[in-house]
């Protein structure tokens, strides 16, 4: 099985950046679509962001477009989600997730999930 870990949510201020960051295990990390969905309390799970095996395809909410990035680093087995212009409304609990060999447009069932991280955006 593969392992995720989050790191680095916290509290911002709007309009402030976080830089988070998704560790997993394995020695196949290269053959992953890897992205990141959230939840704020009360509403369902959503997607934010995925990335192609290489990294040369994305795909990123049109709610995020333009101030989220996802990218990733393949020898260190780490996918980020570079988070600016944050506003309240992006405070949720940040899951980051993979599946193997899939489209960056259609990755609504992960195989493998974080705990996940909190991010809160204060006014």
């Known amino acids: 099985q593969v392992q995720l870990v989050e790191s680095g949510g916290g509290l911002v201020q709007s309009g402030g950046s976080l830089r988070l960051s998704c560790a997993a295990s394995g020695r196949t990390f290269n053959t992953y679509t890897m992205g990141w969905f959230r939840q704020a309390p009360g509403k369902e799970r959503e997607f934010v962001a995925a990335?192609?095996?290489?990294?040369?395809?994305?795909n990123v909410a049109d709610s995020v477009k333009g101030r989220f990035t996802i990218s990733r680093d393949n020898a260190k087995n780490t996918v980020f989600l570079q988070m600016n212009s944050l506003k309240p409304e992006d405070t949720a609990i940040y899951y980051c997730?993979?599946?193997?060999?899939?489209?960056?447009?259609?990755?609504?069932?992960?195989?493998?999930w974080g705990q996940g991280t909190q991010v809160t955006v204060s006014s």
């Open positions: 990335i192609s095996e290489s990294g040369s395809r994305i």
């Open positions: 997730a993979g599946k193997q060999w899939r489209s960056v447009f259609s990755f609504n069932t992960p195989d493998y």
